[in-house]
């Protein structure tokens, strides 16, 4: 087995602060965004001379991603048998998933197939039924930081593309605050579900070292974080806790610690407009082919 993970943080308080970022951020509406002007014509593409498309989402979560991605699919290829399959270890995740796709009109004609696993395992799944399943498209948005070894992880996924399939990743950009703020106290903030802080920078150094071609597409994004400079915000404590992976900011770091990185936040992540702190969370899209 090439690949291990550490429990990652995806039960409990992270997934409250995870969907409090994500409403706060924007961050699904823009991928969405992202997704309607890139995948049709992707998809189109994939699909042709197939009579049937699998489809593959890693660290899903709830399935926001996943389901909007599957609309397209459905809609751009309608006569096409479509196959997903689920790899999400949050049994409250994956079920959270399963309901909303109960309810989704335009997903009833899909077979989805639902594993409560973490990547780790259903690798050893996939090794030890010897599946022969392969996709034509996967993704792993928002989800490689959480694992030990995402080379590994990448490498056997990707062995499991189909002709003409594509590995699609969604990641933060290097040069976003994101990436200003976790290079800068890597040591500090790995402490917790993130135990080595990756870029897309990173990510790319490896694609290139394994010699994958993909192409790559920036999708920009800002979060106002004007509350977390307020006192006794409940919104900027909950944002800090998040950004900084912690379950307090408050309590998790000196008073030294705390203003330095409320400096960094301030100084050098945001940009100021209409005397609101603008965090730069832009993520990257890359495309990697079979
Ligand atoms: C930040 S969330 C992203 C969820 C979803 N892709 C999205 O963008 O809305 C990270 C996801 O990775 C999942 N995850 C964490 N460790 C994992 C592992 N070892 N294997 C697969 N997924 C994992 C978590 O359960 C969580 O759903």
Request: glycine share 8%; hydrophobic share 40%; net charge negative.
């Given at each position: 087995?090439?690949?291990?993970?550490?429990?990652?943080?995806y039960?409990?308080d992270?997934?409250?602060?995870?969907?409090?970022?994500?409403?706060?951020?924007?961050?699904?509406?823009?991928?969405?965004?992202?997704?309607?002007?890139?995948?049709?014509?992707?998809?189109?593409?994939?699909?042709?001379?197939?009579?049937?498309?699998?489809f593959?989402?890693?660290?899903?979560?709830?399935?926001?991603?996943?389901?909007?991605?599957?609309?397209?699919?459905?809609?751009?290829?309608?006569?096409?048998?479509?196959?997903?399959?689920?790899v999400?270890p949050?049994?409250?995740?994956i079920?959270?998933?399963k309901?909303?796709?109960?309810?989704?009109?335009?997903?009833?004609?899909?077979?989805?197939?639902?594993?409560a696993?973490?990547?780790?395992e259903?690798e050893?799944?996939?090794?030890?039924?010897?599946?022969?399943?392969?996709?034509?498209?996967?993704?792993?948005?928002?989800?490689?930081?959480?694992?030990?070894?995402?080379?590994a992880?990448?490498?056997?996924?990707?062995s499991l593309?189909r002709?003409k399939?594509?590995?699609?990743?969604?990641?933060?950009a290097?040069?976003?605050?994101?990436?200003?703020?976790?290079?800068?106290?890597t040591n500090?903030?790995c402490?917790?579900?993130?135990?080595k802080?990756?870029?897309?920078?990173?990510?790319?150094?490896?694609?290139d070292?394994?010699?994958?071609?993909?192409?790559?597409?920036?999708i920009?994004?800002?979060m106002d974080?004007?509350e977390?400079?307020?006192?006794?915000?409940?919104?900027?404590?909950?944002?800090?806790?998040?950004?900084?992976?912690?379950?307090?900011?408050?309590?998790?770091?000196?008073?030294e610690?705390?203003?330095?990185?409320?400096?960094?936040?301030r100084n050098?992540?945001?940009?100021l407009?209409n005397?609101?702190?603008?965090?730069?969370?832009?993520?990257?899209?890359?495309?990697?082919?079979?």
């Open positions: 087995m090439a690949t291990t993970t550490t429990q990652a943080g039960e409990g992270y997934v409250q602060r995870f969907q409090f970022f994500l409403q706060h951020s924007g961050e699904h509406m823009v991928m969405r965004e992202f997704m309607d002007k890139v995948l049709p014509g992707e998809f189109v593409r994939i699909g042709e001379g197939k009579s049937d498309l699998n593959l989402g890693v660290g899903s979560g709830q399935g926001e991603m996943d389901s909007h991605m599957l609309g397209i699919l459905q809609s751009r290829l309608p006569k096409t048998p479509i196959s997903a399959h689920i999400e949050s049994i409250a995740l079920e959270n998933f309901a909303s796709v109960a309810k989704a009109s335009n997903l009833q004609k899909i077979k989805f197939t639902w594993n696993l973490s990547c780790a259903y050893k799944q996939v090794k030890d039924t010897k599946d022969t399943n392969r996709f034509d498209f996967m993704n792993m948005i928002q989800m490689l930081y959480y694992m030990d070894d995402y080379v992880v990448i490498k056997f996924f990707h593309l002709e399939g594509r590995l699609m990743i969604i990641h933060e290097a040069g976003s605050g994101w990436g200003t703020l976790w290079s800068t106290f500090d903030l402490t917790k579900s993130v135990t802080y990756i870029s897309d920078a990173d990510i790319k150094g490896e694609l070292k394994l010699g994958l071609k993909y192409e790559e597409h920036s920009p994004n800002t974080i004007t977390c400079f307020v006192e006794g915000s409940k919104v900027g404590a909950m944002l800090l806790d998040f950004m900084t992976d912690q379950d307090s900011f408050e309590k998790a770091f000196s008073p610690m705390k203003a330095k990185i409320l400096d960094m936040l050098k992540c945001c940009t407009k005397e609101r702190l603008l965090f730069d969370c832009s993520l990257t899209c890359l495309l990697i082919h079979a």
